[in-house]
């Protein structure tokens, strides 16, 4: 396949300004790029007339929970038989595609198996989606989010409960073994877990310590979910590499991750909060006007503590959450918004969390989430100009093409999937 996508403005994923150009891909790789003066030897490749249009990297979520199918609540994910759970995550997987999202680090499944079976099927071209970084489960706690359990009633959800070093060792070795490139440790609490709020360290430096060994013994990486300043700084301690949320890091927890900054990346995922926080505003029960008082000081903090990270340079991933019922799957570059409206990043800063710093997060950074010669074709090309307004990316209809390494897909009509070109 050769395809020399002509005259579209470029913008490469660095930051710098867009420039009308025209861009080579070969297989499924970029080889040339050149100002729109210039000529490609573009050696008989089929040309695309792309005047007018917006070409860039193709977008990343940084914190996937492709088998949260839509739920209602965390305990739902434990009721849908592996089978069903797998098509389903198959759903989700063509629905990101479709939103432009090219790649996918995932930040849990709901069972050990399902994000590897679905990574593994998307490599080998059985079915269409993003490339998949897959994770574990949430390992968490007795008590911890995710511990979905009652004495009385056994109820799974996203969570394996493991208490001690060795049962977190035991567990995190079992979903390497069976695949997964990730582990997911629930370091901090949640609101709405009750014997684990979000200010809450849960795990401790010996569990944590223990996760983190088992994966980067086997090669791999630990993610962790860390609300409280704590656990943050326990994340940090014990070398976890992707700490999302930090809605509570206080300053020396911030100095920390700044000093960590080319190791670590963070991510707030923000979506379920803002989608929540939307629909608590006009819900005027008593129950929902307590959720809008327990949600907004937490949801000010991670506003306050995004805009520290932006302002020192510490790498941010768009996405986050999107899964659950008032945070569908396929909506996820409303994110980019969320970064613009409530974190001061520019659209261009935030355009560049979604592409260039998701490379890195997919640890390709050498090779994925720019456009650049060398650099696998994962691009869109887009009818508006998300600079302008990142909200363009939000309307899939705007999509001329999706292509994963060079392949092109382009919206379904009325449905939200993508349809591959051959
Ligand atoms: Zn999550």
Redesign the pocket.
């Known amino acids: 396949m050769r395809l020399l996508i002509d005259g579209a403005m470029v913008w490469d994923g660095t930051g710098a300004l867009p420039f009308p150009g025209k861009v080579l891909v070969e297989g499924e790789r970029i080889t040339a790029i050149a100002p729109q003066s210039e000529t490609v030897a573009s050696n008989g490749a089929e040309r695309l007339d792309a005047a007018g249009k917006f070409l860039m990297p193709g977008m990343v979520e940084g ?1 996937a ?1 492709l088998s949260f199918v839509d739920t209602p609540r965390g305990t739902y994910l434990g009721e849908i038989a592996p089978e069903d759970h797998a098509l389903l995550t198959m759903d989700a997987a063509r629905k990101l595609l479709g939103a432009g999202f090219t790649s996918a680090c995932s ?2 499944a709901a069972k050990i198996r399902l994000d590897v079976a679905v990574r593994d099927a998307i490599d080998k071209g059985m079915i269409d989606g993003p490339r998949l970084l897959a994770a574990s489960p949430e390992l968490t706690v007795t008590g911890g989010l995710g511990d979905g359990r009652r004495l009385h009633l056994h109820q799974d959800s996203f969570g394996v409960a493991v208490d001690g070093p060795d049962e977190v060792r035991r567990m995190a070795r079992l979903c390497l073994r069976e695949g997964v490139d990730m582990i997911k440790l629930n370091i901090s609490g949640e609101l709405g877990t009750d014997s684990a709020p979000s200010i809450a360290a849960m795990m401790t430096d010996a569990e944590v310590a223990a996760g983190v060994e088992a994966a980067h013994t086997a090669g791999r990486r630990a993610a962790a ?1 860390c609300r409280a300043s704590d656990a943050v700084k326990r994340a940090l301690r014990h070398g976890v590499d992707v700490i ?1 949320h930090c809605d509570y890091a206080d300053e020396e927890a911030l100095d920390l991750l700044e000093a960590a900054k080319a190791r670590i990346f963070t991510g707030p ?1 923000i979506g379920l909060t803002v989608s929540r926080l939307e629909s608590l505003r006009g819900d005027n029960t008593a129950t929902g006007r307590r959720w809008l008082e327990r949600m907004t000081p937490q949801f000010e903090a991670t506003c306050r503590v995004h805009h520290e990270m932006r302002k020192r340079g510490i790498r941010v991933v768009v996405g ?2 999107y899964g659950f019922a008032a945070n569908p799957q396929g909506t996820n570059a409303r994110d980019l918004e969320h970064f613009v409206t409530h974190f001061g990043f520019s659209p261009s800063e935030a355009l560049q969390a979604a592409t260039r710093t998701g490379g890195e997060v997919m640890t390709r950074g050498h090779e994925l989430g720019l456009v650049k010669p060398g650099y696998l074709a994962d691009l869109l090309l887009v009818d508006g100009d998300p600079l302008k307004d990142v909200r363009v990316l939000q309307d899939k209809k705007r999509f001329a093409f999706i292509m994963k390494d060079g392949v092109r897909y382009v919206p379904c009509e009325g449905a939200p999937h993508v349809r591959r070109l051959h």
Request: hydrophobic share 35%; aromatic share 12%; net charge negative.
């Open positions: 914190h929970h930040a849990a979910h999302y995922a986050g959450d």
